[in-house]
Every structure is written in C-alpha cells, then in structure tokens.
C-alpha cells in the first residue's frame, strides 16, 4: 500500500507513470521513452524507423499522433487518478523523416473537476515544430497506486 500523504507531487507523478509504463506495451514496442513526467506534464520521444514510413516516404501521421497521445496520458495520469480521453486533435504542420527523433512535450492547460485540457508540441530532433495535439481528458473512477484507507 501507499501512503500517498507522504509524498509529494512528483513522488506521485513519477509512481503512476512508472505503473503506468509497466502495462503499455504500444509505447514500449514502438521504441517511446518517457523522458519526463511531472504532475500535469510529461515528455516521450520515439526515433522513426523505416516500418513508420507511408507512401510519400515520411513517417506516417498515426504514429506522430500515437506518440503525442502517449504523451497527453502519461500527463493528465500524473496525479495517481486513472484519466482516459475524452477528445483529441491534431494539426501536422511539417513532414516528418525517416531517422528523425521526435519529441511530444505535453502540458494541462485547464484542469476543472473531472475534465483537463492538455496541449502537447511534437518537434523534432532539430526542434522543428512537426504537429500540434489538442487532448480533452476525463477522470473515471480508480488510481494507478494502491493506497491505503
């Protein structure tokens, strides 16, 4: 059991991303690391590889969005509640290359009761802005850490 009184916004952001990580095998078998995770934000990044390429060459947009989400979970999961999607978006703003190391930086914009808003910038490894991810996120009932009563 965990005494969540005894830690502090990190210590909990930093546990409920560590139970997260250990069941997301999608992240994980893409190659994703989690880079950074604080309460209401996280960073991931995944290198594209040759099997993450579409018909032009460049890497196809559902894995640049498969990255952001993953990013957009890791933050809003942050406070030891489990949160799921509610909506989501994103706007490709330039191509993406085989062998380029994308990074997702999401941060909450809004979080009021159940509901948070989170944008999440991916860019590349020469910190080119490649997509803009919108994710709206609902709290639904059970935590990430066991706690105790």
Known sequence: MTDLAQMTPQQIAEASA???WN???????LGMTLDHV????????????EAMSNG?????GGYIFT?????????????????????????Y?????????????????SL????????????NQDGVHV????GHSRSVNGTHLPVTA
């Open 67 to 91: 990255l952001a989400d993953s990013a957009f979970a890791f933050a809003c999961n942050s406070r030891n509640q489990v949160v799921v999607g509610q909506h989501c978006s994103i706007t």
């Open 23 to 29: 069941g997301d095998s999608t992240s994980q078998r």
């Open 18 to 20: 560590a139970a997260m």
């Open 56 to 60: 032009h060459g460049n890497c196809h």
């Open 38 to 49: 604080a309460p209401g934000a996280a960073t991931l990044s995944m290198t594209v590889t």
């Open 93 to 109: 703003l330039n191509p993406v290359r085989i062998g380029d190391r994308l990074t997702a930086a999401a941060t909450e914009i």
């Open 131 to 134: 997509a803009e991810f919108r």
């Open 112 to 123: 009021r009761g159940r509901s948070g808003i989170y944008d999440i910038r991916i860019t």
